[in-house]
């Protein structure tokens, strides 16, 4: 599953993805901008029940 999220206003703009994998893990992709700065991303996973030789 996969939902997107946007907020946008006059002083910035984010987003975030989020994605859920059923019985494996989840991850969040934050991006945000405010005027006359870069874009910044962050990534947060959670993970269980993964096989780490995969």
């Known amino acids: 599953m996969i939902?997107?999220?946007e907020i946008s206003n006059r002083d910035s703009f984010?987003?975030?993805?989020m994605l859920w994998q059923t019985n494996r893990s989840f991850q969040i992709v934050t991006t945000?901008?405010?005027p006359?700065?870069?874009e910044v991303t962050t990534v947060t996973k959670v993970a269980w029940n993964?096989?780490?030789y995969q």
């Open 14 to 17: 984010l987003q975030k993805k």
């Open 3 to 5: 939902i997107i999220r």
């Open 36 to 38: 006359g700065k870069p």
């Open 32 to 34: 945000s901008q405010k």
């Open 50 to 52: 993964e096989d780490p």
